[in-house]
């Protein structure tokens, strides 16, 4: 396996952990709080080891494409989530995602990870360099999202 990027970003969030992981891991609410997911087209209808879902994502400044998401590993009692992202055209590059949620200061802290494989040429010459560039912006700004998308919860 070739790895292209290992990258992970951390926020403290004022809300509850386990509200900040059920959002996480709430697939039909994936586009409230990440900009480059346009919507959900198909979502499991449980969230379990080996359940999926696709993802019409839309970076800005990129072409739409789908993205098919299998969940690995769900542990609520922990607060741990992971998945592999994969685009829908069959190409075999992934990425892995990790989060982990800890309680921490009257809120949150959100670690989340990724790890980048990139498998074919055209992936780790033009593809992947562009992507990883763009998560470098996408995630911390998701993560700024989640909060706001909390914190609207939390009004209510």
């Not at 499991?44 to 696709?54: K, Q, S, T, V």
């Not at 033009?126 to 990883?132: A, I, S, T, Y």
């Amino acid at each position: 396996m070739r790895v292209a990027t290992v990258s992970n970003r951390t926020a403290r969030l004022d809300v509850p952990a386990e509200k900040v992981f059920d959002l996480i891991t709430d697939v039909d609410r994936l586009p409230d709080w990440n900009a480059a997911i346009e919507a959900v087209e198909q979502r499991p209808a449980a969230l379990r080891n080996g359940a999926e879902w696709l993802v019409v994502m839309h970076p800005p400044r990129m072409p739409r494409w789908k993205s098919i998401s299998s969940v690995r590993l769900v542990d609520p009692r922990n607060l741990h989530f992971e998945y592999e992202t994969r685009n829908a055209d069959g190409n075999p590059s992934y990425a892995r995602w990790t989060w982990e949620v800890e309680p921490g200061d009257g809120g949150a802290i959100v670690t989340v990870r990724w790890d980048v494989y990139l498998k074919t040429l055209d992936r780790r010459l033009m593809g992947g360099p562009l992507r990883r560039r763009q998560l470098a912006r996408e995630v911390p700004s998701s993560l700024r999202a989640l909060a706001s998308a909390l914190a609207a919860d939390v009004a209510r």
